[in-house]
């Protein structure tokens, strides 16, 4: 499961990882109303807008969108779904009403350096209110992508003005063992070379089904952080009893 993830990189580091083409991103009107939800986050929560790649359908080039994290089908009667869809689990994929379309047609990349779990806790420590949370990143920390599916919701507000909602959530897979303890789910990581196939159509055959895949335990590394309250690098700093 992913329910909390963060990003260092801003836009422009973005923008040059997964060379994205869409020059909107830098049009100085467009940042300066969206500098915020271009920034880096230490503690993005679902909801929020943040920043996903996708391939435009008419170029084929990959470009920079904002999204709203938690999918809204497109046939929802609401710009909210009604249940959670953060996370997609891949043995759902092509099954659930809520992923099969979007499984097929609109796959996305989800820039993240760092997502975060959360250890079990003893009925004493659910009593108390304990939080035990872990930050899970690549050895070097360097940024990666989530593998991710999206959908266009349209529909009208109360005033009968058009709404378009574009949102996504992150595919979960099996855990590999460094995260089998905290969760029976982790997110997927796409491989930089695997992001052409990830984002572009292909023939209901010929689904990358098999890029959907665990990241290696020995590709990975967790530490025990504190409680997370706020937002700045403050909050990957690692407690003294944890490392894995």
Request: hydrophobic share 40%; with cysteine.
């Amino acid at each position: 499961m992913c329910g909390r993830y963060g990003r260092r990189a801003d836009k422009q580091r973005i923008a040059e990882w997964f060379r994205t083409h869409n020059t909107d991103v830098f049009n100085d009107d467009f940042y300066e109303a969206n500098a915020a939800r271009f920034a880096p986050s230490w503690n993005i929560a679902p909801e929020s807008m943040q920043p996903v790649v996708r391939q435009d359908r008419d170029t084929g080039e990959r470009v920079l969108a904002l999204m709203k994290w938690g999918l809204v089908p497109f046939w929802s009667k609401t710009p909210r779904a009604n249940f959670s869809s953060i996370n997609a689990r891949d043995d759902k994929l092509a099954s659930s009403a809520a992923w099969r379309e979007p499984w097929k047609h609109r796959r996305c990349l989800v820039p993240a350096n760092f997502f975060y779990e959360w250890q079990p806790l003893t009925k004493d420590e659910e009593k108390k209110k304990i939080s035990k949370p872990w930050a899970v990143s690549l050895p070097d920390q360097r940024l990666f992508a989530f593998g991710g599916i999206w959908d266009q919701w349209k529909g009208q507000d109360d005033k009968m003005n058009q709404i378009v909602v574009e949102s996504f959530s992150i595919v979960t897979t099996e855990p590999n063992e460094l995260l089998a303890p905290f969760h029976n789910r982790c997110p997927l990581i796409v491989k930089p070379d695997d992001y052409a196939r990830w984002l572009a159509p292909a023939e209901p055959s010929h689904l990358p089904i098999d890029l959907v895949r665990t990241w290696p335990a020995e590709e990975m590394k967790a530490w025990r952080v504190a409680r997370l309250q706020g937002n700045g690098p403050h909050l990957l700093a690692p407690l003294a009893e944890s490392s894995a």
